[in-house]
């Protein structure tokens, strides 16, 4: 191994240039989404845009910071970082701030910093670094216990802080162990959950639960004769059914008024465009208005007017259809596309398992974050209220997806210095 005192020696510009498109252009679109004739100056440091851009000058000097530090560094104290990250996610619940009914937030003076954001790359690197043991293989229950609890800790200690959406980020992650040998099995099994969560807010629990008593009926009377598929078929009956009244339970028990909505508006179960429906249906109004080439550049009406509510946060990408229409929806897309066939081609060149691991839990991230974000705004899947990574208005995110994706910009440039 050999010493560089140049951090940017082995640098990869490519990313760099993406993220420094990404952020840049988002900067541009929150100032078109609040724009107004009192405050015209982009720099104005009364508005958000003009924030963001003191959100952006920091991100930058995070970035040189992270690449600052020994390769070695994550790797070396991923646990202590994971630790603090867990200790700090713990204190905001007593200490934090509540924000549409979430406690998660820390307030300092006129910002907000949102710890469950940082998390991310905290139980990003301690995955990393449990997976990449010489002594782990996945296929040991072990091993999937203990990457399941790094992962599922968090998750627990954000849903009591009745933040859903960060949550729900973390179950990405089991792409990561996918790529390192997990059977295709449990994704087979998380797509047969999902659709039965599906089925079970569609119709009746008992209905359901009896239609799959038939259908096991029908599969016993073929393997009545080996007790071993019996078994199983037994057991299958067993959990669907478990399933079907945990789901139901949660979601008339457990779930808060306006997440029950979020979730009847996209199955159809209700449809209500004063309420729960309405940042749907004017994001949709918004997106449809731009047409092919959009209205242009500060001429968006449905955003700048409020129409669509958190049009600079969640609904960011609404901006971009409206005013850059469906040509610059596509450029946003397909950069974003592009980014992450590139950290992808950037894991597997790795000489590392931990930087391997730490890359494709880096895509994962960012790819449920552009997937779910753009999904909602598109009618497409529940609106859960995450950011679109790098775009949207917020020092958390940007700050948090800076220190994600710079950490394995290191770790990458790191690479050729190891033998």
Partial sequence: MRNTKNIFENFDFVTFGLYLFLVLFGWLNIYAAVYNEEHKSIFDLTQSYGKQMLWIASSLFLA????????????????????????????????????????????IGEFRIQPAEFAKFATALTLSKYMSNLNIRIQELKTKFVAGFIILLPVLIILLQNDTGSALVY????FVLYREGLSGNWLIIGLMLVTLFVLTL???QFILIGAIAVICLIFFYFIRKRRKEITQLIMVFIIAASFILVVDY??????????????????GNEVDLKGAGYNLNQSKIAIGSGGFFGKGFLQGTQTKFNFVPEQSTDFIFCTIGEEWGF?????????????????????????????????????????????????????????????LPFFSYGGSSLWSFTLLLFIFIKLDAYRMQLL
């Fill in 327 to 387: 040509l610059g929806s596509t450029v946003v897309i397909c950069i974003f596309i592009f980014l992450l066939i590139r950290l992808v081609n950037m894991a597997e060149r790795q000489r590392s398992a931990f930087s391997r691991l730490y890359g494709y839990c880096v895509v994962s991230i960012i790819f449920f974050h552009f997937l779910v974000n753009i999904g909602m705004t598109l009618g497409l899947l529940p609106v859960i209220g995450i950011p």
């Fill in 250 to 267: 949660i979601y008339n028990k457990v779930l808060q008024p306006h997440q029950k909505e979020r979730i009847d508006v996209l199955l």
């Fill in 171 to 174: 179950f990405s992650l089991i």
């Fill in 64 to 107: 040189v910071v992270v690449l600052a530090f020994d390769g070695k560094f994550f790797s070396t104290f991923a646990y202590v970082i994971y630790i603090l990250a867990i200790i700090i996610l713990i204190a905001v619940m007593f200490v934090g701030v509540e924000i549409n009914a979430s406690r998660s937030w820390f307030q």
């Fill in 202 to 204: 569609i119709i009746n």
